[in-house]
T-cell receptor, first 112, second 117 residues
Framework: GENVEQHPSTLSVQEGDSAVIKCTYS??????FPWYKQELGKRPQLIID?????GEKKDQRIAVTLNKTAKHFSLHITETQPEDSAVYFC???????????FGTGTRLKVLA | GAGVSQSPSNKVTEKGKDVELRCDPISGHTALYWYRQRLGQGLEFLIY????????KSGLPSDRFSAERTGESVSTLTIQRTQQEDSAVYLCASSPPGTGFVGEKLFFGSGTQLSVL
């Protein structure tokens, strides 16, 4: 079946440093890749997404890159701040459906 | 309403009892999803509804789980004969109709924390 792998499961960085989270997907026809941030006790919220017709997308301190050939995509957070501490989930759409498969999550801790 | 609404926010039940969880999606959103999130785990797909199409039930873990949705409105997730391993947060999400690309932003509810004693 369809699968999304996410690494690392936990990540600690110093404030101001960059953080990178990587995901790989199995369905070569997946065409939509969102990233969700879930703060402790709160609902997941979309922070950035990318569609298969582009290779990179930026929004201020966050960016996502997509390599369709290798079937992987990454989240990059620059100049990290304590409020970036959360669990981040990647996801991939399943071809021909509105179904999404999520990665297992990365717990990011930004140390002040 | 402003967002996806789920009720109850917390549910404590005894093993073997049935529970029903409710989700009110954002008006106009054709797709509705149920996910399960065990403590410290990722989001496990359960079921999704898309308009009047047959639901995709491929993620339901057993026949004790079922869900219904009336048109493009409220959905209920029912768990019969609950077991302790059913304890988790059950998240509902909805998304608007696609605009050419399959894939749209999911709007999540706050979830129902289910505890089975």
């Amino acid at each position: 079946g369809e699968n999304v792998e996410q690494h690392p499961s936990t990540l600690s960085v110093q404030e101001g440093d960059s953080a990178v989270i990587k995901c790989t997907y199995s369905d070569s026809a997946s065409n939509y890749f969102p990233w969700y941030k879930q703060e402790l006790g709160k609902r997941p919220q979309l922070i950035i997404d990318i569609r298969s017709n582009v290779g990179e997308k930026k929004d201020q301190r966050i960016a996502v890159t997509l390599n369709k050939t290798a079937k992987h995509f990454s989240l990059h957070i620059t100049e990290t701040q304590p409020e970036d501490s959360a669990v981040y989930f990647c996801a991939a759409s399943i071809t021909g459906t509105y179904k999404y498969i999520f990665g297992t999550g990365t717990r990011l801790k930004v140390l002040a | 309403g402003a967002g996806v609404s789920q009720s109850p926010s917390n549910k404590v039940t005894e093993k073997g009892k049935d529970v029903e969880l409710r989700c009110d999606p954002i008006s106009g959103h054709t797709a509705l999803y149920w996910y399960r999130q065990r403590l410290g785990q990722g989001l496990e797909f359960l079921i999704y509804f898309q308009g009047n199409s047959a639901p995709d039930k491929s993620g339901l873990p057993s026949d004790r789980f079922s869900a219904e949705r009336t048109g493009e409105s409220v959905s209920t997730l029912t768990i019969q004969r609950t077991q302790q391993e059913d304890s988790a947060v059950y998240l509902c999400a909805s998304s608007p109709p696609g605009t050419g690309f399959v894939g749209e932003k999911l709007f999540f509810g706050s979830g129902t924390q289910l505890s089975v004693l």
